[in-house]
């Protein structure tokens, strides 16, 4: 339980880091957003994904529920931020940017679940988890930060959402981390996370690091791939 809390605390501080960035220094993290993209496809596809998989073979369910629920995953995270987006447009000027915001806190609370349940599992697991988590993090900071500037919010709902956004993974983590979970569950939400972790990646990290610095992208994105494949060799 110690090293799920070390390494939430992180996560509050990753966020807030990147949030405090998109208010001080707006547009320059374009090249971190790229390697975060190829560490947060590398946890799931070298780490999560592989282990949901041998999870599920242990608790004696069929290697294709991770899969499937990773497009679940995927697709329940596409659908989630399509609403409030659309939420976000009938409310008028006032409400505008906080549903974006929210979705980011929605994300950040899986994020941290995510950490619990694999130190939950495993050390390992956990601590692959909490560094693609960690590595990512400043980006949902970024952007719970951007949304509410380009929507036109003041200075103190920026704050009031960044904090909630920060505070998010730590709740979802001390949640994962303490709550009894059956073995069967495991692959399921490994799978699970591995699918939204995917759409974090391609969704948001990729194409915001594309717009900005084309040329570097590809071989940061690979080059946080790659660490992500050596980690999920050592730990
Ligand atoms: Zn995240």
Not at 74 to 94: C, K, M, V
């Amino acid at each position: 339980m110690l090293l799920t809390l070390v390494f939430a605390s992180a996560t509050f501080l990753s966020t807030m880091t990147g949030g405090i960035a998109a208010i001080r220094w707006p547009g320059r993290l374009e090249l971190l957003m790229a390697f975060a993209g190829g560490v947060v496809l590398g946890a799931a596809a070298f780490d999560l994904l592989p282990e949901a998989v041998a999870q599920a073979g242990d608790a004696g369910l069929p290697t294709w529920l991770p899969y499937a629920m990773a497009v679940i995953g995927y697709f329940a995270f596409r659908i989630l931020e399509h609403r409030l987006h659309r939420r976000d447009h009938r409310h008028g000027p006032n409400r505008m940017g906080e549903a974006g915001a929210a979705g980011f806190t929605v994300h950040s609370f899986f994020d941290g679940l995510a950490i619990g349940l694999g130190f939950n599992l495993d050390r390992g697991v956990g601590i692959i988890v909490a560094l693609a988590v960690i590595g990512h993090d400043f980006s949902d900071g970024l952007n719970t930060v951007s949304y509410l500037i380009a929507h036109g919010h003041d200075r103190a709902r920026q704050w009031r959402w960044l904090i909630a956004s920060a505070t998010a993974p730590v709740l979802g983590a001390l949640v994962g981390g303490l709550l009894p979970v059956p073995d069967a569950v495991f692959p399921v939400a490994l799978g699970f996370f591995s699918g939204v972790f995917v759409y974090a990646a391609t969704s948001n990290l990729l194409p915001r690091a594309l717009k900005a610095q084309r040329a570097v992208v590809v071989p940061l994105a690979l080059a946080g791939a790659a660490l992500m494949f050596g980690m999920s060799r050592v730990v």
